[in-house]
């Protein structure tokens, strides 16, 4: 998957999970039936930003990890890769405790009274737990941190930056430069060893140049001529 296709994945999945946390918590996670023991009981229904205050925030980071992550290059997008981890847990623990576990009704008588739609006398007479406003959430969850992953395998693969080379790249790079280096040190060590043959010294700047005059002409091919000014 190339850099740009994986950013616009990464986008769209961001997109969707901003989507889903804001629809979330303007939808219900509970009924709650209200009674003062002197009226009639009544019922109301608890949103996912009343009962999970971060739904209201946590959309917005999705959404600004979008712009972040096309945005920042190379490791710095491993930072919003977290970020966007972090908030896909805040997302999802509140849904998965509605979910799983019985309601805190002191919790919830508080929440309501702050929200200033119980009265002093009244009290939480019966909740009836709703499972759509959280699973909505859990795929928030979901999506974001499918999100944060492709933008670690990014930079793994080093679409991310553009001085990346693959460790089997720097190896195959490596053996060429040996390979190299072992020709040139043959080629030399042949001339030496001709030269020694010749009876020649090839420690000194002449007598190597004779040596290599000496096996062009025994193979067969003319010795290049120095230039002189005419």
């Given at each position: 998957m190339t850099s740009k296709r994986n950013l616009a994945l990464v986008a769209l999945l961001l997109a969707g999970a901003a989507c889903a946390a804001w629809?979330?918590?303007?939808?219900?996670?509970?009924?709650v039936t209200l009674a003062d023991g002197l009226s009639a009981a009544r019922s109301m229904e608890v949103a996912g930003h009343t009962w999970a205050p971060a739904l209201s925030a946590l959309w917005l980071v999705?959404?600004?990890?979008?712009?972040?992550?096309?945005?920042?290059?190379?490791?710095?997008?491993?930072?919003?890769?977290?970020?966007?981890?972090?908030?896909?847990?805040?997302?999802?623990?509140?849904?998965?405790?509605v979910l799983t576990q019985e309601p805190d009704i002191g919790y919830l008588e508080k929440i309501l009274r702050a929200d200033t739609v119980m009265g002093n006398k009244d009290y939480v007479s019966a909740v009836a737990r709703a499972t759509a406003g959280p699973s909505v959430a859990l795929?928030?969850?979901?999506?974001?941190?499918?999100?944060?992953?492709?933008?670690?395998?990014?930079?793994?693969?080093?679409?991310?930056?553009?001085?990346?080379?693959?460790?089997?790249?720097?190896?195959?790079q490596?053996?060429?430069?040996?390979?190299?280096?072992?020709?040139?040190?043959?080629?030399?060590?042949?001339?030496?060893?001709?030269?020694?043959?010749?009876?020649?010294?090839?420690?000194?700047?002449?007598?190597?140049?004779?040596?290599?005059?000496?096996?062009?002409?025994?193979?067969?091919?003319?010795p290049d001529r120095p230039r002189t000014e005419g």
């Open positions: 629809g979330s918590g303007r939808m219900s996670w509970m009924g999705f959404l600004a990890a979008i712009a972040a992550g096309l945005a920042l290059k190379t490791w710095a997008r491993a930072l919003v890769a977290l970020i966007v981890a972090a908030a896909a847990i805040g997302t999802a623990y509140p849904a998965l405790t795929v928030a969850a979901v999506l974001a941190v499918v999100a944060a992953a492709l933008l670690v395998r990014g930079l793994r693969a080093g679409g991310m930056g553009s001085q990346y080379v693959s460790p089997a790249a720097r190896r195959a490596l053996e060429q430069r040996v390979f190299d280096d072992a020709a040139d040190g043959e080629t030399s060590e042949r001339d030496l060893w001709d030269a020694l043959d010749g009876g020649e010294d090839p420690t000194t700047t002449s007598d190597a140049e004779a040596a290599r005059v000496d096996r062009s002409s025994r193979e067969g091919v003319a």
